[in-house]
C-alpha cells in the first residue's frame, strides 16, 4: 500500500468533520457555543463561569454572555458555590437536560439515516472500525 500523507489526511478529515457537524446541525438548535456549556454542565456536574470559559478557551466576558442566555432560557440555573461566597456555581436544570438530549438524539438520528442510506454494509463496518481510531485521536 501507498504510503499516506498524514497533513494532507489531517486537512481532509478537518473538513469533513466540519461537514458532519454543520449538516447535522438544525436552525432550532441551540447555538454552539450554548449546546457546548450544556453538555459540559451535563457531564461534569455543576460548573463556574470560569471553569466553562477555561473548558472552551473563550474570555470570561464571552462566557458570561453565553451563561446569561442560558439562564434566560431556564436552561442553567445559578447558586450559591459552597466554599467561595464570591463564586456562583451553574447548573442544568431539567429543561436543559431535555434539551440537551432531544439536540443528541436529532443529530444521531440524521446520521444514522445518513449512513443507512449512502453507505452500503461493509463501508458501515469500516466506518465502525474506524470510530475507534477516530476516538483514539480526540483522547489525545
Do not use: F, Y
Not at 21 to 36: F, H, I
Not at 118 to 134: C, G, I, K, S, Y
Amino acid at each position: 500500500m501507498d504510503e499516506v500523507d498524514v497533513n494532507e489526511v489531517a486537512h481532509e478529515l478537518r473538513l469533513v468533520v466540519g461537514r458532519l457537524v454543520r449538516g447535522a446541525r438544525r436552525p432550532e438548535d441551540l447555538p454552539t457555543p450554548q449546546a457546548a456549556v450544556l453538555g459540559h454542565l451535563g457531564r461534569e456536574g455543576p460548573l463556574t463561569t470560569a471553569d466553562l470559559a477555561e473548558r472552551q478557551r473563550v474570555r470570561h466576558q464571552s462566557m458570561a454572555r453565553t451563561v446569561g442566555r442560558l439562564t434566560a432560557l431556564g436552561l442553567i440555573s445559578a447558586g450559591s458555590h459552597p466554599s467561595d461566597a464570591r463564586k456562583t456555581l451553574l447548573t442544568i436544570t431539567d429543561a436543559g437536560r431535555a434539551e440537551l438530549q432531544s439536540q443528541r438524539i436529532r443529530r444521531a438520528d440524521w446520521l444514522a439515516e445518513a449512513m443507512a442510506s449512502e453507505l452500503d454494509p461493509e463501508e458501515q463496518r469500516d466506518l465502525a472500525r474506524a470510530v475507534a481510531l477516530l476516538a483514539r485521536l480526540a483522547d489525545r
